[in-house]
Nanobody, 117 residues
Framework: QVQLVESGGGLVQPGGSLRLSCAAS????????MGWYRQAPGKQREWVAD???????NYADSVKGRFAISRNNAKTAMYLQMNSLKPEDTDVYYC???????????WGQGTQVTVST
């Protein structure tokens, strides 16, 4: 069982920045493929970015150049640095862990990000 806990969400003005964190359990965190997703009410969950066990990163076009995903295997944590935030970035952000050895996906409870004046 893998537990994920997000933190760092909040209210920010357009153009501002936030840093989300995801604390993960598990002794084989370094093997997890970690990702961030987001979801607005009534909409499908949308992939934002992911980072492999080797540190390779991928981003949705909508956030490329503004968001940066990273991980710290020693702390079993993942981060999402969000810069130049826009109102359309307002969503609940979820942390995801894909564990290849278990062929399972795990989700956190989500953290709200609101970009508004």
């Amino acid at each position: 069982q893998v537990q994920l806990v997000e933190s760092g969400g909040g209210l920010v003005q357009p153009g501002g920045s936030l840093r989300l964190s995801c604390a993960a359990s598990g002794r084989i965190f370094n093997t997890y493929i970690m990702g961030w997703y987001r979801q607005a009410p009534g909409k499908q969950r949308e992939w934002v970015a992911d980072i492999t066990s080797g540190g390779s990163t991928n981003y949705a076009d909508s956030v490329k150049g503004r968001f940066a995903i990273s991980r710290n295997n020693a702390k079993t944590a993942m981060y999402l640095q969000m810069n130049s935030l826009k109102p359309e970035d307002t969503d609940v952000y979820y942390c995801n862990a894909n564990v290849p050895s278990l062929s399972k996906d795990y989700w956190g409870q989500g953290t709200q990000v609101t970009v508004s004046t």
